[in-house]
């Protein structure tokens, strides 16, 4: 099956800093999305993105479809942005097959 | 709704025990997925369904789990004869046909 790497696997940065998360991943993708999960545990959708960039706010995401990868870049970081990013991919058989996540710290 | 829900949030049962987990799409969703967090891991996919029917059970770990959607709205994830390793955050989420996901908040189950 696809495989999903993400990293950094871990990731502290000080309120105001820019930062870049990767996924890479093993085969062609029909779709992918960019998660936050809350400290509560809610998957919040950040961007479906199968091929190109999008920006919303602060948030921006690029996929390169075909080289298997995709960014999303977090700009003037806030200390509600720590959490978990997701990135997940659909394959052929519609479920999402999910990375291991970017845990993210921000600190004030 | 607004969004996908899931009842209950949370769920404390002893091991042998049967539970059902309630999942409720976003109104107009044909697909609907149930996936299960372990502590510190991403979300693993266990069933899909298209309307009424699995599309995909593959992700079940065993005969111990089943889940329906009898009327291609709501469903029920069943877990019979529960064990210590069950215990997770199982999610729920659902999609326009193919499209992208909507995750509910979960129902966190322990297995004590």
């Known amino acids: 099956g696809i495989q999903v790497e993400q990293s950094p696997p871990d990731l502290i940065l000080q309120e105001g800093a820019n930062s870049t998360l990767r996924c890479n991943f093993s085969d062609s993708v029909n779709n992918l999305q960019w998660f936050h999960q809350n400290p509560w545990g809610q998957l919040i959708n950040l961007f479906y993105i199968p091929s190109g960039t999008k920006q919303n706010g602060r948030l921006s995401a690029t996929t390169v479809a075909t080289e298997r990868y995709s960014l999303l870049y977090i700009s003037s970081s806030q200390t509600t942005d720590s959490g978990v990013y997701f990135c997940?991919?659909?394959?052929?058989?519609?479920?999402?097959?999910f990375g291991q996540g970017t845990t993210l710290q921000v600190k004030p | 709704g607004a969004g996908v829900s899931q009842t209950p949030s949370n769920k404390v049962t002893e091991k042998g025990k049967y539970v059902e987990l309630r999942c409720d799409p976003i109104s107009g969703h044909t697909a609907l997925y149930w996936y299960r967090q372990s502590l510190g891991q991403g979300p693993e996919f266990l069933i899909y369904?298209?309307?009424?029917?699995?599309?995909?059970d593959s992700g079940l770990p065993n005969d111990r789990f089943f889940a329906v959607r009898p009327e291609g709205s709501v469903s029920t994830l069943k877990i019979q004869r529960t064990e210590r390793g069950d215990s997770a955050v199982y999610l729920c989420?659902?999609?326009?046909?193919?499209?992208?996901?909507?995750f509910g908040p979960g129902t966190r189950l322990t297995v004590l």
């Open positions: 369904f298209q309307g009424t029917g699995a599309a995909d």
């Open positions: 989420a659902s999609s326009a046909t193919r499209g992208e996901q909507f």
């Open positions: 997940a991919v659909v394959g052929n058989t519609g479920k999402l097959i």
